[in-house]
């Protein structure tokens, strides 16, 4: 098996994962798309980790799966906190920062 | 000189198949209109994800994948989509108008990706997971990985988790 077409699948993931976080509106859909992204990056390290026969990259990899859960946990916390105050949560609503 | 037993027809043909479900599954999570149709697509994705690595050996990774992504965190999500009270059914409002850009923006990510990938790992084969000289990462060599060099960050990790839980408790809680 070639390396390219793990990395190539790993880069149209993350690819899709970006079109999503820019134009997916809903807060759950965004971190839909996040998880995309981190899969993506998973399958990178793992192929890259096949390629130079160490077993680094699998530590990575369980690392990110966790910080995936942790980040999907406060994420989630967020958009019901969002959506408490807001009785929304569409991200296009959220405009207070904007100066 | 190709080998018979470098071309492994079995991985490659397993290989196509799981990719072209998942990057179908992924259109469904970018582009369905329907929220909780974009979830289970995720989890095809990371179903998909998982046999992948399964395929590039990490059979650890692939268990804790379906344990923590398919078990838990979209468990977290279908909960995410019934507490926000997403509409169920079609949607006709979940995109923004940045679809314009965002397209020109991923096509140009995935062409620089891709030429940069062709380019700099042309034809660079990863190393056979089966017959000699195969070194499949066991649990042993990864759990030894874990708990010596890499201890310290894994206690950062523990504390990174821990901040999250209790985060987002204090979030979530009505006062």
Known sequence: ?99 | MVLASDIQVAQNVGFAIIAVAMIIAGVGVIASRNVVHAALSLVIVMAGAAAQYVLLAAEFVAVTQVLVYIGAVMVLFLFGVMLTRAKLGKDVDLNNKNAAIAAPVALLLFGVLAFVLLKGFSDDKIAATTGNGARPIDTATLSDLIFKPYLLPFWALSFVLLAAVIGAIVLARKD
């Open chain 1, 1 to 99: 098996m070639l390396v390219n077409q793990f990395l190539i699948l790993g880069a149209l993931l993350f690819c899709m994962g970006v079109y999503g976080v820019l134009t997916r509106k809903n807060a759950v859909m965004v971190l839909l798309s996040i998880e995309l992204i981190l899969n993506s990056v998973n399958i990178n390290l793992l192929a890259f980790d096949r390629l130079n026969g160490n077993a680094e990259g699998n530590v990575f990899a369980l690392f990110i799966i966790a910080i995936a859960a942790a980040e999907v946990g406060v994420g989630l916390a967020m958009v019901m906190l969002i959506y408490r105050n807001k009785k929304s949560i569409s991200l296009d609503d959220l405009s207070e920062m904007k100066g």
